[in-house]
């Protein structure tokens, strides 16, 4: 305000010419702090779970276990590492139920679960630890559905 009365006084004068207000802009400045800890899984991991040839007339229910390697590093630090584990809901989820869809009948889905059996966290730092993928689809899941091939995605995310 002390500028601008200045600036209006300035331009009253005699000879003062033609007079300009300022004008000003803000620039937004963020940066992103990466965290010093990380934790990864094994280099190779691919897990994929073939449930087999589903069978309408005896609807058993079907699970399948894959064991997933990880470690938790951290910048220097020594000391366990803490740790969080997430199952996404795939592809074709019906609230926060996965479901695999039919491959060639659009709208067509048969319903199953996944699950991660894992080390309490904290976890010895630096150290490879073991969790089980469990996923299992329920025979009532499919005791209606057409035939034919049925796939879907999950993502399993790790976090420090």
């Known amino acids: 305000m002390r500028r601008l009365l200045i ?10 010419g033609a ?6 802009f803000t620039i937004g ?5 990466l965290s010093l800890h990380e934790c990864t899984f094994h280099n190779n991991t691919n897990v994929s779970f073939d449930f087999g040839a ?3 007339l005896t609807s058993i229910t ?9 470690r938790c590093r951290g910048g220097g630090q020594s000391g366990p590492a803490t740790y969080s584990v997430t199952v996404g809901h795939g592809e074709n989820p019906s609230g926060s139920t996965p479901r695999m869809a039919h491959t060639e009948n659009a709208g067509t889905f048969i319903p199953y679960s996944v699950s991660v059996i894992s080390p ?3 976890i010895p730092r ?7 993928v469990r996923a299992t689809v329920q025979g009532s899941a499919y005791q209606n559905a057409p035939a034919g091939t049925y796939a879907d995605r999950v993502v399993v995310t790790i976090n420090p």
């Open 7 to 16: 600036a209006f006084l300035f331009c009253l004068l005699p000879g003062a």
């Open 19 to 24: 007079c300009a207000a300022a004008a000003e």
């Open 29 to 33: 400045v963020s940066a992103l702090v």
């Open 54 to 56: 589903l069978n309408p």
């Open 62 to 70: 079907v699970t399948r276990e894959a064991a997933v390697q990880f």
């Open 120 to 122: 309490p966290s904290p």
């Open 126 to 132: 630096n150290s490879w630890q073991n969790l089980t």
